[in-house]
C-alpha cells in the first residue's frame, strides 16, 4: 500500500511569511496527525483529526496556525504569519481509527523561516 | 513538561554486540508504549510496542522491557547490525487520546 504522502519536501520563507503543508494519509486510515519536530526534539502533536472533525487540538497555536481535513482525507496545516521559532519539520501521521499508537509518518516538510 | 524522557542524546555500539535504549516516563495514565526508528530526511518508523499489560515484548533482534513500578521501558536490540544506526524515539500514549508524546530520541551508531 502506498504510504503519506506530504508535500513540499522543503520550504524556505522570511517571517510573517505564510505557508500551507499538505499531506495525504494512507487509503483507509481514518485518523490523521499533525506533528511539528523542531531539531534535537521529539515530534509534538499539535492537531488530531478522526475523519474530518477534530480530537485534539490543545497544542495548536492558533494564533497562527490552522489546519483542516475536508472530505475526511488528505489536510492542510497553514502558518500565518510565520515566525523564526517555526523552523522545523512538520511531520503528518495516519493510522486506523482507534488504535493504539501504531502510526504511520511521512517524509515531512522542512520549513526554514528566515 | 516532557513526559517521555530518553536521557541518553547518543550512544555506539560495536557490531554483534548488545545496544540497549532507555526511556522513563513521568504520567502513570500512559499504558502503551512504542518504539519508532528514524533515518535522516525520513518518517519515524514503528520498530516495537508493549502495552502495559506485558513486561516483555520480543520480535526477531528486538526486545522491549517495561517496568511499571519504575515507569520505565528498555529497548535490547541483539545483535547490532550497522544498519541499526538511526535515532530511536520512545513514544507512549493512553486509551484517552491515543497521540503519541514523544521522548526526544537517542542516535545510535553501530561500528563494523
Known amino acids: 500500500e502506498a504510504g503519506v504522502a506530504q508535500s513540499p519536501r522543503y520550504k524556505i520563507i522570511e517571517k510573517r511569511q505564510s505557508v500551507a503543508f499538505w499531506c495525504n494519509p494512507i487509503s483507509g486510515h481514518a485518523t490523521l496527525y499533525w506533528y511539528q519536530q523542531i531539531l534535537g526534539q521529539g515530534p509534538k502533536l499539535l492537531i488530531q483529526f478522526q475523519n474530518n472533525g477534530v480530537v485534539d487540538d490543545s497544542q495548536l497555536p492558533k494564533d497562527r496556525f490552522s489546519a483542516e481535513r475536508l472530505k475526511g482525507v488528505d489536510s492542510t496545516l497553514k502558518i500565518q504569519p510565520a515566525k523564526l521559532e517555526d523552523s522545523a519539520v512538520y511531520l503528518c501521521a495516519s493510522s486506523r481509527p482507534q488504535t493504539f499508537g501504531e502510526q504511520y509518518f511521512g517524509p515531512g516538510t522542512r520549513l526554514t523561516v528566515t | 513538561d516532557q513526559q517521555v524522557k530518553q536521557n541518553s542524546p547518543s550512544l555506539s555500539v560495536q557490531e554483534g554486540r548488545i545496544s540497549i535504549l532507555n526511556c522513563d516516563y513521568t504520567?502513570?495514565?500512559?499504558?502503551?508504549f512504542l518504539w519508532y526508528k528514524k533515518y535522516p530526511a525520513e518518517g519515524p518508523t514503528f520498530l516495537i510496542s508493549?502495552?502495559?499489560?506485558?513486561d516483555k515484548n520480543e520480535d526477531g533482534r528486538f526486545t522491549v522491557f517495561l517496568n511499571k513500578s519504575a515507569k520505565h521501558l528498555s529497548l535490547h536490540i541483539v545483535p547490532s547490525q550497522p544498519g541499526d544506526s538511526a535515532v530511536y524515539f520512545c513514544?507512549?500514549?493512553?486509551?484517552?487520546?491515543?497521540?503519541?508524546?514523544f521522548g526526544k530520541g537517542t542516535s545510535l551508531l553501530v561500528t563494523p
Open positions: 504520567n502513570s495514565m500512559f499504558d502503551y
Open positions: 513514544a507512549a500514549s493512553s486509551n484517552s487520546g491515543y497521540a503519541l508524546n
Open positions: 508493549i502495552s502495559s499489560i506485558k
